[in-house]
Structure formats: C-alpha cells, structure tokens
C-alpha cells in the first residue's frame, strides 16, 4: 500500500470541481490543504481516524470558496501555512519559496508557482529526501493549467508567462511524483473535462498539452485561448480570503419565517432565493424570486447572480436539506442567511405568485429560443436560429432577449434561472424547453448547429 492510499485522503467538492486533502501525519495529526470554509467532509474523515488538524495549508488566495483555515486554526488550533507574499491580514506562518516545515517526520516545501495569482505556492510532500507528491494547487492541473484572468485581462498573459515557467519548474520533479491537484473538472477556474483528479508528473509530461507546447508563446496562446467566463463572486473572494473570513462559533440556523416577516424584508431590500425542482418553481413561485435549484452546483449561480452583501429569503420545498444549503451559501460569502419559508404558507396568507410554462421539445414550434449555456457548449451544438446569451451575462442584456423567448439549457435548472430573471425584468411572457438541444434534434430529427 502506499503513501496516497493510506495516508492521503481526497475531498472533492463536486459543485465547485475542486478538490481539498487530509494528510494523515501517522501520530494523531492531520495536515489539511486547501479546505474550505464547509468543513463538513474533512471533519467526518478526521473523526473517523482519531485525527485533530495540526497545519491548514493555503496554496493561493482563492477566488471560488472561503478558506478553511482559519476555522481550523480556532478550532483545532492549526498553524495556517500561508504564502509570505499573499500578505494574509491574520495570523499565518509566511512561507517564501524554498521554506520547509518540519510536520513531524515528513517535511513540506514551499515551490513559488505564480501564474494562476501571484503569490501561488504549490507544496511538495517529501519523506525524507523521497519526493511523495505535490499539492499544485492551481498551477499543473490534470490536462491543463488553472486560468490566469482572475486578477484582470490586462495581467493574464504576464501571468499565463509565469504560469509556463511554473509548469515547467514542477515538470522537472521525479516521474513518479504524485500531483494532487485542488481544481479539477467542473471548476470554473478552467479545467478540462474527465474523471481523474490526481495524476503524476509523468502522466503529465506525456498527456497534458500545454506542457507539451513547444515554447512559451505557443503555450500563452492556448491557455489564454481556452478560457471562458467565471463567475463574478470570484472578484471578491480573493480579498475576503485574504483579510481573513469570519470564524463561526456553530453553524446559523435558517429559521422558518412567517410570510409577515418575508414581506417585511422585501421591504427593505431582501433578496428570494426559490431552492425548489424546476417544476414546482413553474408551477407557483413568488413574485420577483430568483429560481437556483439546490443542487451540487447551487453555489456557483448563487454566487454568479446575487451580490455578496444581499440578506437572502429562500423558498423550500419540505424535505429539502437545510444543513446543505446554508453551506454552500456560507462557503462563498453569503452571511445574511435570514430563514425559510414555503410556498404554501405563502399561498395560504394570500400571497401572489408567478408560473412558468415547461414546454416539451417537441412542441417548440415558432418561438423564438434562448440559450443560456456557456459558450462552449453553444459551439459543440444549438439550436438553429437561437439567441445565444450565457446565464451569467444575462441580467445585463435582458434587452437582447427575443420577446416570448423559449429559454433552455442542458437540462433545465439554469433555462429555470433565466427565465426567472427575465420575469424580474418584465419578460413575464416566458418560457423553458424540457431538456436541452439534443432532445429537440431527436424529437425534430433536425441537426444542431456548430460554431458560433
């Protein structure tokens, strides 16, 4: 058995397509890298195996969750391991490249990886002089190289520079070097599509493109050419991140609220948040709510659509999990959790409500279609004559969308949040396609269109 079998423990945030770790140190103790703020996943590990977390490891000021950190250190009483030129606002050991902390028998150094953000370092595993693994953060990624946007299109290609001369320092490491990667698929922090999320250096150096392109220019080219959107909560984090998230005394409740109570927070200034299926959100919702149906990925179109200071209201159905969805709010910034309430107590105090018509794809017929996927699945294949406009960028253009639109994405969950949002702008004469493209080319036998 090895190092990564049984001392390495994976914890993969499907929603966000990024992966924290749980090193187990062999002596009661734990090193934690990259956790976020939701510790749920590494708490139930540590307690399984008797471990307190003695390091919290940060290798960059992230843009797409809340650290953990600080949590564990108030907690559990870990040192926070931390970059020197991040210029953390609260109390961390700043680590500068080359610097190597001794965890007790295995030693990690400190490698200066910019690229991804300035002050990235990637952190590698040695027992002894024996080169475990390295926690890469978002420098080598499998398949590819975290974006390097986040700070501003004017720096991304100093950046997607530095990023190469990264790449290439980590590929100088062992073959066998384990790589333990924090984006994976789904992370809109750019990273390709597949199931692995950990690799090796040599899978690497003969797999991964950009570090097969044969000089820097070419390799800018394609990383800055791969990147799409991401989401606009990623502007901020970074800087929360950095001065330091709230630690919590215990998780806050979302009580359930009279519909007295919601009215009176509408007024001043409350955002709705409808959480339940698309089809209960079609069939009655209340007026001007934002439907983000509580799935794995609730947090990125929470965080893409709502500002970061809003007191939030959320709509639920019974059975849904409240523990989850506090979360996933807390873990991207959301502070103002004011409760709960559902659909039938609001109903039943004589509140308003909204549909929205499903449409089958078969019954499509003449309306005008709006797509609000990401752009490269607008390219793999849409509808032809459809407006394309990206979810993220749709509250912007409203005004671009056709009159009795037809909205539809993939599956249904983001077609349902525009279309919401349309309604907040007074397209109230809207509706969403059951499914995505593919079921209107297989009912229709038309082909999808490809490229823009």
């Known amino acids: 058995m090895g190092f990564a079998d049984d001392h390495l423990i994976p914890l993969v945030d499907t929603g966000l397509g990024n992966s924290a770790y749980l090193v187990d140190l062999g002596d009661g103790r734990a090193l934690a890298v990259d956790a976020s703020r939701d510790l749920r996943a590494l708490r139930a590990e540590a307690g399984r195996r008797g471990l307190t977390v003695a390091f919290a490891a940060d290798t960059h000021l992230h843009a797409d969750f809340l650290t953990g950190?600080?949590?564990?250190?108030?907690?559990?009483?870990?040192?926070?391991?931390?970059?020197?030129?991040?210029?953390?606002?609260?109390?961390?050991?700043?680590?500068?490249?080359?610097?190597?902390?001794?965890?007790?028998?295995?030693?990690?150094?400190?490698?200066?990886?910019?690229?991804?953000?300035?002050?990235?370092?990637?952190?590698?595993?040695?027992?002894?002089?024996?080169?475990?693994?390295?926690?890469?953060?978002?420098?080598?990624?499998?398949?590819s190289a975290a974006r390097t946007d986040l700070l501003g299109a004017a720096r991304a290609q100093e950046l997607a520079r530095a990023q190469y001369r990264s790449l290439r320092r980590l590929a100088e490491l062992p073959d066998g070097t384990a790589v333990w990667p924090t984006h994976g698929a789904g992370s809109f922090c750019s990273a390709p599509p597949g199931a692995e999320r950990t690799t090796t250096i040599g899978a690497q150096k003969r797999a991964n493109a950009l570090l097969a392109a044969p000089d820097e220019d070419s390799f800018v080219r394609e990383l800055l050419g791969s990147l799409g959107s991401y989401p606009a909560y990623f502007d901020r984090l970074a800087e929360v991140n950095r001065l330091g998230p709230a630690v919590l005394g215990a998780t806050p409740a979302l009580p359930a609220l009279p519909p007295a109570e919601v009215r009176r927070l509408l007024g001043e200034g409350a955002q709705i948040v409808d959480v339940r299926r698309v089809r209960d959100f079609a069939a009655g919702h209340i007026p001007g709510a934002l439907s983000v149906h509580l799935r794995d990925q609730f947090a990125t179109w929470l965080g893409w659509l709502l500002?970061?200071?809003?007191?939030?209201?959320?709509?639920?159905?019974?059975?849904?999990?409240?523990?989850?969805?506090?979360?996933?709010?807390?873990?991207?910034?959301?502070?103002?959790?004011?409760?709960?309430?559902?659909?039938?107590?609001?109903?039943?105090?004589?509140?308003?409500?909204?549909?929205?018509?499903?449409?089958?794809?078969?019954?499509?017929?003449?309306?005008?279609?709006?797509?609000?996927?990401?752009?490269?699945?607008?390219?793999?294949?849409?509808?032809?004559?459809?407006?394309?406009?990206?979810?993220?960028?749709?509250?912007?253009?409203?005004?671009?969308a056709p009159s009795s639109a037809l909205v539809h994405c993939a599956h249904g969950e983001r077609a349902m949040t525009a279309a919401s949002l349309l309604q907040r702008t007074g397209h109230h004469d809207v509706a969403v396609l059951k499914g995505g493209p593919d079921d209107w080319a297989r009912v229709t036998g038309h082909r999808l269109q490809e490229g823009a």
């Open 69 to 143: 950190a600080l949590q564990l250190a108030a907690d559990d009483g870990a040192t926070v391991l931390a970059s020197a030129a991040g210029r953390r606002a609260f109390e961390h050991r700043a680590l500068s490249d080359g610097d190597e902390v001794d965890l007790g028998g295995l030693t990690l150094r400190a490698l200066a990886t910019p690229g991804h953000t300035d002050e990235h370092l990637s952190f590698l595993l040695l027992d002894g002089a024996r080169e475990l693994g390295v926690f890469t953060g978002g420098s080598l990624i499998v398949g």
């Open 307 to 400: 500002p970061g200071d809003s007191p939030l209201v959320f709509v639920t159905a019974p059975g849904q999990d409240l523990a989850e969805l506090t979360w996933q709010a807390l873990k991207i910034g959301y502070e103002r959790l004011c409760g709960h309430l559902t659909m039938d107590a609001w109903t039943a105090d004589g509140g308003a409500q909204e549909t929205v018509d499903l449409v089958a794809a078969d019954r499509v017929g003449d309306r005008r279609v709006l797509d609000v996927r990401q752009r490269s699945e607008w390219d793999s294949g849409h509808i032809p004559g459809a407006v394309g406009i990206e979810l993220g960028d749709l509250e912007g253009r409203t005004d671009e």
